[in-house]
């Protein structure tokens, strides 16, 4: 079964598609997991491309795919549709899967505790919930922060020397893999540096 186009929907000539096998709708959605409804969502707000058209018929690369798997893990990682479409809007529309796929390595935990409950463990020591939920939505906020500006510094700065030098998407992937602990690490430094100068600057403006 193939996915018809509707006229009004734009679409990529089939000449300009990349090498490869083509999906049709059902295909793509069973290979990222996700829903027809969906998928058309995603296009309609611009976070996937419109599919290959084939007269009325709609085929998806492997672009669609990669771009797909990105949105999906933005998703699970609490992006709201409106941090998710500023995410994507700083890939290059010419990003092969390769480039892609380093924003989902950088997305991806480094450990196997990513769905931690925040405001519920804060709950649990005593604090009031209002107060979790509040500093529940600083962590998960600037944790979007933190990805989105951390892959965009690879995306401009370290990718492309790092090809020029010959380099490949999967050993770029493989390092950035490495240096997650360090970049936890430098987190929880900065961090604790913010308390401890938060703590003496209030420190100083009490009355003694």
């Not at 490869?20 to 309609?44: A, I, P, Q």
């Not at 058209?53 to 998806?60: A, I, L, M, N």
């Not at 390769?98 to 931690?116: F, K, Q, W, Y």
């Not at 987190?187 to 540096?193: D, R, S, T």
């Amino acid at each position: 079964m193939t996915d018809a186009v509707p006229d009004d929907v734009p679409g990529e000539s089939y000449d300009d598609a990349a090498d490869g096998t083509l999906l049709t709708l059902d295909e793509l959605t069973d290979r990222v997991g996700t829903t027809v409804r969906n998928v058309r969502f995603y296009t309609s707000r611009g976070l996937v491309p419109p599919p290959i058209r084939r007269g009325r018929s709609g085929y998806y690369s492997a672009d669609h795919v990669a771009r797909l798997e990105l949105v999906r893990e933005l998703q699970g990682h609490g992006f709201t549709l409106a941090a998710i479409e500023k995410y994507v809007e700083r890939i290059p529309a010419d990003a092969t899967p390769s480039d892609i796929a380093l924003h989902l390595s950088l997305l991806a935990p480094v450990t196997g505790e990513r769905h931690v409950d925040v405001a519920e463990g804060l709950a649990s020591l005593g604090v009031p919930p209002e107060a979790a939920a509040a500093v529940a939505e600083v962590y998960a906020e600037h944790g979007r922060q933190v990805a989105a500006e951390l892959s965009e510094i690879v995306r401009t700065l370290v990718w492309p020397p790092f090809r020029e030098a010959g380099g490949t998407a999967e050993q770029l992937r493989e390092m950035v893999h490495r240096l997650k602990p360090l970049t936890v690490a430098g987190l929880v430094a900065a961090y604790e540096q913010a308390m401890d100068d938060s703590a003496a600057a209030y420190d100083g403006r009490r009355p003694h």
